[in-house]
């Protein structure tokens, strides 16, 4: 199997940079929508399912905003990415990893979704691109085999940039990513912001796996639980190969159990700007609402 490498640069080819404008494009014409991805749990962890658009408040920057729309998800088509680490240090439990990442392929993904598979190591590689059919995502993740240094942050700002973004319009899809890794990174040519402002573009909710099976919190865990918290995931610490099948499946009860909310900001700002949000549940103050902190606004 012949795969490329993708260099995420935008100066680094004619259609690289086309494809950076058409997505520049694309978040302009999304300016007077603000799309939300988040999930609703009790005290105990408990998806609450049963809530409606008038439970709900947004605040943008403490000021209130009026919902346009408000759909629960589990019906709207999924736009996932999978990352998988396949540098030198996770290599004592690749294999485990790779067949419960194919069972979770195989377990979320329905004929209306479309996932993609992007490998990092030394650089960021797209093993399968964006499809639907389970068969060629398990075989390509199955194809991984680890070795090379680590550019996670390439690999999160590629594929939401080049791949997460492309149907439209956005608030018609349900973006999100599985990140399996240890979290740290040697090899990017972009930062951790760079690729957390990137995420927060393309309205991607970011779900991390931790490698890390030492019971110890490393650096590189804190960059995991960093991309989950700001853009409405979850981070996990499987510290035993078991427990990996399990944090996937958690993942896959979320991604079933979720809310959409489109608002307009008033005032609607075009100053380039990250933009804090708050969405809070009204009706019930023992539930929390797991969102994303903000947006970024297009620059006029």
């Known amino acids: 199997m012949n795969r490329r490498t993708f260099l995420t640069s935008l100066a680094a080819a004619p259609a690289a940079a086309q494809q950076a404008s058409d997505a520049q494009a694309r ?33 943008e920057e403490k000021k209130e905003q009026q919902i346009l729309e408000f759909v ?25 990893q ?5 069972e979770f392929v195989n377990s979320v993904v329905r004929p209306e ?14 093993v399968a691109d964006l499809t639907g059919n389970t068969e060629v995502l398990a075989k390509a993740i199955r194809s991984l085999r680890p070795g090379g240094g680590t550019a996670l942050y ?25 990140v399996l890794g240890d979290g740290d990174d040697n090899a990017s040519r972009y930062t951790r912001d760079q690729a957390l402002e990137m995420a927060q573009k393309a309205d991607v909710v970011v779900y991390t796996i931790s490698t890390n099976n030492t019971k110890l919190e490393q650096e590189g865990d804190k960059v995991l639980r960093y991309f989950a918290s700001e853009t409405g995931g979850m981070p996990f610490f499987p510290f035993q190969a078991r427990e990996l099948s399990q944090s996937f499946e958690n993942i896959s009860n979320e991604l079933r159990h979720q809310y ?13 700007l990250f933009h804090k ?24």
Do not use: W
């Open 154 to 178: 390439e690999a999160i700002y590629f594929a939401c940039r080049d791949k997460l973004m492309q149907d439209q319009p956005r608030h018609k899809f349900r973006r999100a990513m599985v």
């Open 72 to 96: 629960a998800e589990s019906d709207l088509p999924l736009r996932l990415g999978i990352l998988v680490d396949s540098s030198n240090s996770v290599r004592d439990r690749f294999k485990f």
């Open 98 to 102: 790779q067949e419960a990442a194919v």
């Open 260 to 272: 959409n909310v489109l608002y307009r900001p008033e005032p609607l700002k075009t100053d380039g």
């Open 27 to 59: 978040i302009v014409l999304d300016v007077a929508r603000v799309n939300l991805l988040f999930a609703v749990t009790d005290k105990k962890g408990r998806f609450v399912t049963n809530l409606t658009k008038d439970d709900f408040e947004i605040k």
């Open 113 to 126: 979704d479309k996932a993609v598979v992007v490998s990092y190591d030394s650089g960021a590689e797209l």
């Open 277 to 300: 949000v708050d969405v809070r549940v009204k009706t019930r103050k023992d539930l929390i609402v797991r969102a994303r902190k903000g947006y970024y606004a297009p620059r006029a």
